[in-house]
């Protein structure tokens, strides 16, 4: 089935070491035992004469300009970083600030290790296309040493007909700056009744926040806490809990002359320090116009949590965390639209079924209706989705992937109501697209994994990772796709409602 449906393009997007940003590298705090020694070397930068400083900041930003977009700034942002290290008694130049940022700074390869599970979306610019044609934005998840996960992108041109472009990605990386965020109440209030936090401090908090805050009101609320409240056993740690969770919410923005290719989301806060993995997104669209949203995993080193990405323009980002019961675990992914005035979303709760679930008023995802098991025998390890419904005029298409013998990877189809998404109608009996047979091809054999396609003309436009190492295509005919989709097996206990 798997020959006859899916169609793979002959195009590849491999993993490009080249392509490299530049971090604050503190020495001595990435060996196993930690010994800051950053004192020590700025005395010795401070030692050098002015002539051979200014020969060697000479020297560094032109064997490494031409690969980032103003490494001036990025030294000097990263000498303010540690310039608490500097002596009082000395007063460095500014071309010495300079060296000393270089010497903090070092080049990280976002995808050194890997490129894979992409989405696809419709590109907010549509411009200077051919009849037939849709330019597209394709996420990807960039993995570089130590196995550290960003947020990436591509451009493509779909059609005419089978036909598919991508723009080469050349430039200099730009990861995204922070700006003002509007937090909102109603969502501190969620992380904190996902929590179990309701004490006298928390509410108080709650009452003095209006509706959108910025950092200064939330800080002044928190400086306002009366006494009497403060000297409780735990304020102090209810206050460090209420500065986490707001601060899991942030903002981000990329130059206005950036390219969608060369914008890196790379992580900004403690819960995803150790990566952000696998973004679903898709084009929302409601009432008030068409959005962006995307959700993603956020890891630590040990835990993970669910984020959202909000985005008009794919340019100005605004991230916050997700709560409630349907927001467990990995692989949530939104319906495109909301449905009976209800915004739902595809998750995998348990950790091996595809459920349904919705956001209530209190901004909690519930728990979720089970729609789809392990149940075949290329599925039984566990079952998710490869990204967010796709609205066909037979019912929401839903790609799914399944694991079997050996961790092999598989992906999958079913068809909700449109109406009633809780109703599995149809489903694939077999695989749709599985891994090349023959020999692992590097880094995690035996994957085939997609985070979100779409429609475009006849045909449904499939990205995947293979291998957890490169980003592969492939077009299916719609319509024989539905064709080949038969009602849920008797007895499947997939079905709800």
């Not at 509706?211 to 409780?232: K, N, Q």
């Amino acid at each position: 089935m798997a020959v006859t449906l899916a169609v793979r393009q002959d195009l590849t997007l491999h993993p490009d070491p080249a392509r490299v940003i530049v971090k604050l590298f503190v020495p001595g705090e990435d060996a196993a035992l930690v010994r800051n020694r950053a004192h020590a070397l700025i005395d010795r930068i401070a030692e050098l004469d002015e002539s051979e400083t200014a020969h060697l900041l000479h020297e560094t930003l032109d064997r490494f300009n031409g690969r980032h977009r103003d490494l001036v700034r990025i030294f000097r942002h990263h000498h303010d970083l540690v310039r608490h290290r500097i002596a009082r008694t000395r007063e460095l130049s500014p071309t010495a600030r300079l060296l000393v940022g270089a010497y903090f700074s070092h080049e990280y390869a976002v995808e050194a290790a890997a490129l894979c599970n992409p989405s696809m979306v419709a590109h907010p610019d549509q411009a200077a296309l051919a009849p037939g044609q849709l330019r597209v934005a394709v996420s990807l998840r960039q993995i570089g040493e130590g196995h550290l996960s960003s947020i990436g992108f591509a451009n493509a041109v779909l059609g005419p007909d089978d036909r598919l472009a991508v723009t080469r990605r050349t430039g200099p990386l730009v990861t995204g700056q922070r700006t003002a965020v509007a937090h909102r109440r109603d969502l501190l209030a969620a992380g904190l009744t996902e929590a179990g936090m309701d004490d006298e401090v928390s509410a108080t908090v709650l009452d003095c926040l209006p509706e959108r805050y910025d950092e200064a009101t939330f800080e002044r609320v928190l400086a306002g806490l009366p006494p009497d409240l403060l000297s409780r056993t735990t304020a102090p740690g209810t206050i460090e809990q209420l500065r986490r969770m707001n601060g899991a919410s942030y903002a981000t923005a990329f130059p206005l002359d950036s390219l969608l290719h060369e914008r890196v989301l790379w992580p900004a806060t403690p819960a995803e320090s150790n990566g952000m993995e696998d973004a679903r997104f898709v084009r929302f669209v409601d009432d008030t116009g068409p959005m962006y949203r995307a959700t993603y995993t956020a890891y630590d080193g040990r835990s993970i949590a669910a984020r959202m990405l909000t985005s008009g323009d794919l340019r100005r980002f605004q991230i916050s965390p997700m709560h409630g019961p349907g927001a467990r675990n990995k692989g949530i992914a939104l319906f495109p639209r909301p449905v009976d005035g209800r915004h739902l979303a595809l998750c995998r709760s348990d950790g091996e079924t595809i459920g349904l679930t919705y956001l209530d008023g209190d901004n909690q995802w519930q728990p979720p209706v089970p729609l789809h098991g392990p149940r075949r025998s290329w599925e039984l390890i566990q079952v998710g989705n490869c990204g967010s419904p796709i609205e066909t005029h037979a019912g929401w298409l839903v790609l799914t992937h399944g694991v079997g013998p050996m961790r092999r990877y598989a992906i999958g189809a079913l068809l909700l109501d449109l109406r009633h998404p809780e109703r599995v109608i149809a489903e694939l009996p077999g695989a749709l697209l599985t891994p090349r047979g023959g020999r692992p091809r590097r880094y995690v054999p035996n994957v085939i994994y997609s985070c979100g396609g779409l429609i475009h003309g006849d045909l449904l436009w499939l990205p995947y990772g293979a291998s957890d190492a490169r980003v592969g295509f492939a077009t299916v005919d719609l319509a024989a796709l539905l064709d080949a989709m038969t009602e849920p097996s008797p007895g499947a206990g997939h079905l709800a409602g």
